[in-house]
C-alpha cells in the first residue's frame, strides 16, 4: 500500500499545558512536510504522536506501513564499536539493502573508518550520521526528522536534504520538525503557532 499520513483535529497537552489543538494535515506519497514553531510549542511531541510513541490529547493520526524517526536519542549501544551497534539493528530489521546501498556511497566513507570507535567517543556530527543509516526508513514508508541538520557540517546536512529528496522521490513521506530551513523541492510548512491553544 502506498504511503500516506492522515492527521485528523489532533491535540497535544504536556502536563497541564495545552499545546496545540485542531491540528489536521495529510500527506500523500512523495510528499514532505515541515512543521516550525519556537521552542515548546509541539513539534518533538507531534512526531511522537504521530510515531505512535505518545496519545494525543484528542484527534486521529492513520497512516499505514513502516515509520523511522530520527531524533536526538541515538538507539546505538554506547559502548559497542560502531560497526557493531549497527550490525545489531541490521539484524533485529533484516536485511537492509538501503544501509548497504549507503555505506557504498562517498557520503558515508568517513562512518566506515570509524567502525572500529566505541559509539561514546563519536562527534555530534557522526553520531547524526549514524542515526541516519540507522533510522534509514523503508521503501515508500513515513520518515520522521526532528531537528535532523542539527550537530550536521553543511557537507552532511546536503546529503541528508539528498537523502530526503530521493525517499520521497521513491513515494516515501517525510515530515520534518526543524528551525533551520530545509531546502527542498515542494515542501509544504505548517506553523504550530497557527494552532496553538
Not at 46 to 61: D, F, M, Q, Y
Not at 100 to 127: C, H, I, K, N, Y
Not at 142 to 165: C, I, K, Y
Request: charged share 20%; net charge negative; glycine share 10%.
Amino acid at each position: 500500500m502506498p504511503a500516506h499520513l492522515a492527521v485528523t483535529d489532533l491535540a497535544c497537552r504536556r502536563g497541564e499545558r495545552l499545546l496545540f489543538r485542531g491540528l489536521s494535515f495529510a500527506l500523500a506519497p512523495g510528499e514532505a512536510l515541515q512543521v516550525v514553531g519556537a521552542n515548546g510549542t509541539g513539534k518533538s511531541s507531534l512526531l511522537r504522536i504521530v510515531a505512535g510513541l505518545l496519545r494525543p490529547l484528542a484527534g486521529t493520526v492513520a497512516h499505514p506501513g513502516g515509520v523511522a524517526l530520527l531524533d536526538g536519542n541515538l538507539p546505538l549501544d554506547e559502548h559497542l564499536p560502531l560497526g557493531q551497534a549497527l550490525a545489531f539493528w541490521e539484524r533485529l530489521d533484516g536485511a537492509n539493502e538501503a544501509l548497504d546501498s549507503a555505506f557504498e556511497a562517498s557520503d558515508f566513507a568517513a562512518l566506515r573508518v570509524l567502525f572500529d570507535v566505541p559509539v561514546r567517543f563519536l562527534s555530534t556530527g557522526q553520531r547524526k550520521r549514524a542515526a541516519l543509516l540507522q533510522s534509514n526508513p523503508a521503501a515508500g514508508g513515513l520518515w520522521l526528522l526532528d531537528e535532523p541538520l542539527n550537530g550536521l557540517d553543511a557537507e552532511a546536512a546536503a546529503m541528508l536534504r539528498g537523502r530526503v529528496a530521493s525517499h520521497c522521490g521513491a513515494g516515501g513521506i517525510a515530515l520534518i520538525a526543524s528551525h533551520q530551513p530545509f531546502a527542498l523541492a515542494e515542501l509544504r510548512t505548517i506553523d504550530l503557532a497557527d494552532y496553538a491553544a
